[in-house]
């Protein structure tokens, strides 16, 4: 199974970034950089999310349905041609209120300044990618028979880049719980933003190095 960032790397992933790109007005590479931090990050507020009995049956349902089943994949030419829709761009907002909740603004500003964009660009880049990201994960869905939580922990898990081995994975899902209480992206504003700044050591020294330049 393609981990998410192998996904932003391959033809179709090129796509993406070229029409979520030309959407805001943002260049291609900044676009690119700002999606291949944020889509783990989404990924890894999902499998938050999806770790509790009625998580999971929330995301699962959402999967198995018309809206979200991989079809926005197979029109990507036709997503993108004079502008994204107001429907998907409102489907992407509730997306992200409904995985990130009160910790949206929080992760936006991180990005926003990890990924030197305003903030207002990569609130628009998140509610194009959060539709995307959801029908990648119905196809996936679809074709793996996923229908129980064990299956789509399994998926989820594969998808953010367990599949791939790397030690970014759980990075990644150490900044999600920095203080292991369960709330889904604590600090990531600080853990993002903290690479150059006060310690060089632990987490915030880890996350800088990998997200940096």
């Given at each position: 199974?393609?981990?998410?960032?192998?996904?932003?790397?391959?033809?179709?992933?090129?796509?993406?970034?070229?029409?979520?790109?030309?959407?805001?007005?943002?260049?291609?590479?900044?676009?690119?950089?700002?999606?291949?931090?944020?889509?783990?990050?989404?990924?890894?507020?999902?499998?938050?999310?999806?770790?509790?009995?009625?998580?999971?049956?929330?995301?699962?349902?959402?999967?198995?349905?018309?809206?979200?089943?991989?079809?926005?994949?197979?029109?990507?030419?036709?997503?993108?041609?004079?502008?994204?829709?107001?429907?998907?761009?409102?489907?992407?907002?509730?997306?992200?209120?409904?995985?990130?909740?009160?910790?949206?603004?929080?992760?936006?500003?991180?990005?926003?300044?990890?990924?030197?964009?305003?903030?207002?660009?990569?609130?628009?880049?998140?509610?194009?990618?959060?539709?995307?990201?959801?029908?990648?994960?119905?196809?996936?869905?679809?074709?793996n028979n996923v229908s129980d939580a064990?299956?789509?922990?399994?998926?989820?898990?594969?998808?953010?880049?367990?599949?791939?081995?790397?030690?970014?994975?759980?990075?990644?899902?150490?900044?999600?719980d920095a203080d292991g209480d369960g709330?889904?992206?604590?600090?990531?504003?600080?853990?993002?933003?903290?690479?150059?700044?006060?310690?060089?050591?632990?987490?915030?020294?880890?996350?800088?190095?990998?997200?940096?330049?």
């Amino acid at each position: 199974m393609s981990g998410i960032l192998d996904l932003l790397n391959s033809p179709m992933g090129k796509q993406i970034i070229s029409g979520v790109s030309s959407q805001t007005g943002q260049s291609s590479d900044k676009t690119g950089d700002l999606l291949s931090m944020a889509m783990p990050v989404l990924m890894g507020a999902m499998q938050r999310n999806a770790s509790t009995p009625e998580g999971a049956t929330g995301l699962l349902g959402a999967l198995s349905s018309g809206k979200h089943s991989g079809g926005i994949l197979d029109n990507l030419g036709g997503l993108f041609e004079g502008g994204v829709d107001q429907s998907v761009t409102n489907d992407g907002a509730g997306i992200l209120g409904h995985i990130l909740g009160n910790k949206q603004p929080a992760v936006e500003n991180a990005l926003s300044q990890k990924a030197g964009m305003d903030a207002g660009s990569v609130s628009e880049i998140l509610k194009v990618a959060a539709p995307i990201l959801m029908g990648m994960l119905g196809k996936q869905a679809s074709q793996n028979n996923v229908s129980d939580a064990n299956g789509l922990a399994s998926m989820l898990g594969g998808m953010s880049g367990a599949a791939q081995g790397s030690k970014q994975q759980s990075l990644i899902e150490s900044f999600l719980d920095a203080d292991g209480d369960g709330s889904i992206l604590d600090d990531v504003a600080g853990m993002l933003l903290s690479g150059g700044g006060k310690k060089k050591g632990g987490l915030g020294g880890l996350l800088g190095g990998l997200f940096g330049k």
